[in-house]
């Protein structure tokens, strides 16, 4: 066999493919160029005109890897070339070579047009493109063979590049879908090169490209017609939907209502004693699984507002001094016999001037201070201590508020306090710790090993309270991100899961969730060792990226509570293996899910708004535009999953 | 030279459970002009392309030039040209590139002979295969069939879809180019008029068997029709190689193969007053193999 010749027909037979390919692939490129030209940046072309045909190029080389075969394939025309003295197998393995090669010489060609005009003008490339320029050469790869494997089997252009490109997003998806341990697979996988995702389009390809070669040997023919392929892809489109639908839409809304957007804004979600209330404002009432708000806001009655007249407030404030709550939004709520009292740490800071143009707070104040409510929702000042020798004014600020039971842990910078609150909600200080939190910090050993955290010693608190708030205090105070991070994250919620004797605890990061057992503990240290991993699925990661670790996410009695924006999920961490039990998610992207609370029957009462921005023509003949946002809001009462 | 250009040998095909060929035993001598007889879906195609190596067969053996078909199967394709039925080639080439690429494939090719017989079919380079005629077409996939001087050419059907004139035309070209080179040719066919003046050799299949084979002279001379008017007693089924019989009124004709004095005095005894004896053409011949009743109608009768 003469392979020039083979080779020459080969090329002459894709030539009109090859030529419209490289048209539409260049025409974004080149008109960037012109572009550039015209604005006297030269003539190259970078970016988005780039990524554009890079992804388009997947498309098309599946065209071409039909276009390559269907001339040979045709029913009547195979015998012709098959009663050649050639090995049906090398004649095939030719073909698939010369049509790869030139289906990576259209879709490089745009690249390599961006690479040299960019290199010739000065311009650099992003390592990010370049990652996602070999992510799509490689599913290119894999979708030439594909469909190559299927014109090898269908013998028509149409139906085979149809279901190419369908087997194709199957195994592009399905790894990410299905909850793979696959450690290095991860929402933003075309950015990043990853094994796993190298070795499905690699594995993939060389797999179609062996069957393809025994297929055309052995004459296989697999017969399709059109309506056929329409209802399997009709199907498939079905199928795929209730696996969306049950990714995205398994937990059952109960009810919803819209709220005013202004409290929505505002968004958290308190439990004070037996009673939730939104915004610190109204009462939730969720009786028969239905949303009622009850407006418990009424003016203070004369004597009330005699009352909190008369009283001293506890710091005046001076005139430099800003005031930042902690928590901003959440409450720390005790109740005593009848009267419910709140707790906040008020800190005050400077702005001190860092730069030329920028300044940086200087906190200098710092109280503890009880509050009773008074008339449902107004807070009548108690009692403060001051903990302003806990702040290091050298140090990043941040700072935590913990109660467990009458006692109130205070939190600041490397610093803790033990508060007690007395029985007509005073204050009084236990004890003082400066640089108490020294020994904690947020080590990532390793997996196979047993580690060990220095016990929080508080005394008259419980054994397993201390183990908890070790574990919070490590992971979630003594944080990377601590300043970012939400009020509940520490305040509210807990990372430790106690079942019985068992504690374990679990830690967030954008990869999946990894579980931990609490092995032993004693007045020194509590001993800690991984257990498991559940990385997150692709569509978990989809439209909004789950989830960075200051994203606000509990535990409670045996379940994961993780949300952000878009979505809710809810896990089973007291499994064998940590189980996904059910997901909310609402595809609008201005959707931001701001808290939510889980009730005492177990439904989940979620608080979210929706932002839409508005642009007007100003009517200052200054500005050209005018914005605005129209806020929603709404409040939904979930169903919880089991 | 080997004496036997095809030698099959017990050869079973089926298309899943659908048996095309079951049992064929052929052979070929070599430089002759064989005519493959069958109707269409008789199982020609499918013979051939199992001779090509192109499929598996469920049993049985064939050797070509002394090669073992599916063993050697391209040792064997490059010894023999091959067109198949309606054959269909790259209409994006020209006859020029077309010709070029299929040499690629054979150590041997000729192509200053395939230049000669370029003009000899009244072919042009330039033409794209997809411009030209039937005719052309046909001319073109013999020309590719022989360009590297094939011991053996199998022509499956080649003139098929073929008008009179452009039949006639290509068989010519057959005749001219292949007879006086002692090159073994197999033509299958179920159109009898064609193969009759070039066929030296003749095979019938028929119901995935070949119902008979030999020298085309020898089976012209060896069926006979016999027309008479019968005893009422008259049981023809007893006659051996009895192929059909038919009646006519009072009289029955009676198709018999192998014919001789013995059988016509079996015929003679069942006759009221003698008969009249007719060789057959090819076409009838075949009638008689393919859809003769061999007596069977009327002993039911």
Not at chain 1, 206 to 212: D, E, K, T, W
Not at chain 1, 308 to 330: A, L, M, N, V, W
Not at chain 2, 136 to 161: C, F, K, M, R, Y
Not at chain 2, 177 to 183: K, T
Request: hydrophobic share 40%; proline share 3%; glycine share 6%.
């Amino acid at each position: 066999m003469k392979t020039g010749r083979i080779i020459h027909q080969q090329i002459m037979q894709l030539k009109w493919h090859f030529l419209a390919c490289l048209g539409l692939l260049m025409t974004l490129p080149i008109e960037e160029a012109i572009i550039n030209l015209k604005d006297g940046e030269g003539f190259y072309a970078s970016g988005l005109s780039l990524g554009i045909p890079v992804m388009a190029g997947t498309l098309l080389a599946g065209l071409i890897a039909c276009g390559n075969v269907q001339a040979d394939l045709d029913e009547r025309r195979h015998i012709f070339w098959r009663s050649k003295p050639v090995g049906a197998k090398s004649f095939i393995a030719l073909k698939y070579m010369v049509g790869l090669f030139m289906a990576f010489l259209v879709i490089s060609a745009p690249v390599l047009f961006g690479l040299i005009s960019s290199k010739v003008h000065g311009e650099k490339f992003d390592r990010a493109f370049v990652a996602l320029i070999i992510n799509f050469q490689l599913i290119s790869l894999l979708t030439y063979s594909v469909c190559f494997f299927c014109n090898a089997l269908v013998r028509k252009t149409a139906q085979a590049w149809l279901i190419g490109m369908a087997i194709v997003c199957f195994l592009l998806l399905v790894p990410f879908v299905l909850p793979f341990r696959f450690k290095d697979i991860s929402g933003d996988f075309l950015l990043i090169a990853s094994t796993v995702y190298i070795a499905i389009t690699v594995g993939a390809s060389l797999a179609a490209f062996i069957v393809s070669l025994f297929a055309v040997n052995h004459n296989w023919h697999l017969q399709t017609n059109l309506k056929g392929l329409l209802w399997t892809g009709a199907t498939m489109i079905f199928l795929a939907m209730l696996l969306f639908t049950r990714q995205v839409a398994n937990i059952k809304v109960l009810d919803e209502i819209e709220i005013d957007a202004e409290h929505a804004y505002i968004g958290s979600l308190n439990r004070i004693s037996d009673s939730v209330l939104l915004a610190s404002t109204f009462e939730v009432d969720t009786n028969n699984q239905k949303i009622q708000l009850v407006n418990s806001f009424s003016p203070p009655s004369e004597a009330l507002q005699k009352q909190r007249q008369g009283i001293q407030p506890f710091y005046t404030r001076e005139k430099d001094h800003y005031p930042e709550p902690f928590p901003r939004y959440s409450v720390v709520s005790y109740c005593i016999g009848e009267q419910l009292y709140t707790f906040r740490l008020n800190s005050y800071y400077i702005r001190e001037k860092v730069g030329k143009n920028s300044w940086a707070p200087k906190y200098k104040k710092a109280y503890i201070c009880s509050y009773r409510l008074a008339e449902g929702i107004y807070r009548v000042p108690v009692s403060a201590l001051d903990l302003a020798d806990c702040i290091d004014e050298k140090k990043a600020w941040k700072a935590g508020l913990r109660q467990i039971d009458d006692k109130l842990i205070i939190f600041i910078q490397d610093s803790f306090a033990v508060i007690q609150i007395k029985a007509d909600g005073s204050l009084e200080l236990v004890e003082k710790r400066i640089n108490g939190l020294k020994g904690y910090s947020r080590h990532l050993s390793d997996r196979e090993k047993i580690f060990k955290i220095p016990m929080m010693s508080i005394d008259g608190v419980e054994l397993n309270e201390r183990v908890k708030l070790t574990v919070d205090v490590n992971y979630g105070y003594h944080h990377f991100y601590s300043s970012w991070r939400s009020d509940n994250l520490f305040c509210e919620n807990t990372h430790v899961d106690i079942d019985g004797d068992k504690i374990s605890f679990c830690l967030l990061d954008e990869g999946g969730i990894q579980r931990y057992d609490v092995v032993k503990w004693d007045e020194e240290y509590i001993y800690c060792k991984f257990r498991d991993e559940r990385p997150f699925t692709f569509l978990e990661q989809m439209f909004s990226l789950v989830t960075t670790d200051n994203d606000p996410w509990f535990l409670q009695d045996g379940k994961l509570y993780v949300y952000e924006n878009q979505k809710l999920m809810v896990f089973d961490i007291r499994s064998n293996s940590i189980r996904k039990l059910g997901h909310f998610e609402r595809l609008r992207e201005d959707y931001r899910i701001r808290d939510i609370e889980v009730l005492d029957n177990g439904d989940i009462l979620l608080c979210a708004e929706t932002e839409k921005r508005i642009i007007t023509k100003s009517p200052d003949p200054n500005r050209k535009y005018d914005d605005y946002f129209i806020r929603k809001g709404y409040l939904s009462l979930l169903k919880n999953p089991e | 030279m080997t004496i036997t250009a095809i030698e099959i040998k017990d050869l079973h095909f089926s298309y899943g459970r659908k048996k095309v060929l079951t049992g064929v035993d052929l052979d070929v001598p070599a430089g002759s002009i064989f005519g493959f007889l069958g109707r269409n879906g008789a199982g020609k195609t499918t013979l051939i392309k199992t001779l090509l190596g192109l499929q598996k067969p469920s049993g049985g053996k064939g050797t070509i030039l002394g090669l073992d078909c599916f063993e050697n199967a391209l040792e064997v394709r490059k010894r023999i040209g091959y067109m198949a039925e309606d054959q269909q080639m790259y209409g994006w080439m020209r006859v020029g590139q077309i010709i070029n690429w299929v040499a690629g494939f054979y150590p041997n090719w000729d192509m200053t002979f395939t230049n000669k017989l370029v003009d000899i079919l009244r072919l042009s380079k330039n033409t794209k295969v997809k411009a030209l005629s039937k005719g052309q077409n046909s001319s073109l996939a013999l020309l590719l069939a022989l360009g590297h001087h094939p011991e053996l050419v199998i022509l499956d059907d080649p003139t098929l879809g073929l008008d009179p004139i452009a039949r006639k035309d290509f068989l010519r070209h057959v005749i001219e180019l292949l007879q006086s080179n002692n090159v073994t040719v197999f033509f299958s066919s179920h159109l009898l008029y064609e193969i009759e003046p070039v066929a030296d050799h003749i095979a019938i299949l028929d119901g995935g068997v070949i119902r008979k084979t030999g020298k085309t002279e020898d089976l012209r001379d060896s069926v006979r029709k016999f027309l008479l008017n019968p005893k009422p007693e008259a049981d023809f089924s007893h006659i051996p190689g009895l192929l059909d019989v038919m009646h006519s009124g009072e009289s029955v004709s009676v198709t018999v193969e192998d014919c001789t004095d013995e059988k016509r005095d079996q015929l003679k005894l069942f006759s009221q007053n003698g008969f009249t004896e007719t060789a057959l053409n090819l076409d009838e011949i075949f009638e008689a193999y393919v859809i003769g009743n061999k007596g069977q109608q009327l002993a039911a009768g």
